[in-house]
């Protein structure tokens, strides 16, 4: 009896990718989550869609009472707009309701509290940008991070050897 293959899944032309940022959940504690609209430029939104973002060293500041920025988020320029593309690493407004912003500035006045850009994600056509309420980790946590981690990858590979 011939063993059933698995079949490869091709990426939709409709399809978008998910941008993550990983650095994140390694050096902070995710407390709270929020979804952002961004307003962004025709180039912009190009080169989210190819995936030429990196959102390493982003953050997020609250300015006055109710408007969000974004800082430290390259987005590459688009290769084929020539003369009139896009500043790379432009502040950008997020787009959040009152009630939103005012919940995450009561949080971000503790401190060690701020705003970090976990993933870009497609909605209904439109880039979304899910922003984390963290707090810094130290370095003991960090390397408990790694050991519960190097620990399910180890009972894993445990389970895989059992049951073959």
Do not use: W
């Amino acid at each position: 009896m011939a063993a059933k293959r698995k079949k490869k899944t091709k990426k939709k032309s409709g399809q978008h990718p998910r941008i993550v940022n990983r650095k994140a959940r390694y050096d902070y504690f995710i407390l709270d989550k929020a979804e952002a609209g961004m307003v962004l430029l025709g180039t912009e939104i190009k080169s989210i869609r190819n995936g030429k973002v990196s959102l390493d060293e982003g953050f997020a500041r609250i300015k006055g009472d109710n408007e969000v920025f974004l800082y430290g988020v390259d987005i590459a320029p688009y290769e084929q707009a020539g003369p009139r593309n896009h500043v790379p690493t432009r502040p950008r407004k997020l787009l959040l309701h009152k009630r939103e912003i005012n919940k995450l500035k009561r949080h971000l006045t503790s401190k060690g509290h701020t705003l970090i850009p976990l993933n870009i994600h497609f909605k209904r056509g439109m880039a979304k940008l899910e922003l984390g309420l963290c707090r810094g980790k130290s370095r003991f946590d960090k390397r408990q991070t790694i050991k519960t981690r190097e620990h399910k990858v180890e009972m894993a590979r445990a389970m895989r050897k059992r049951y073959k």
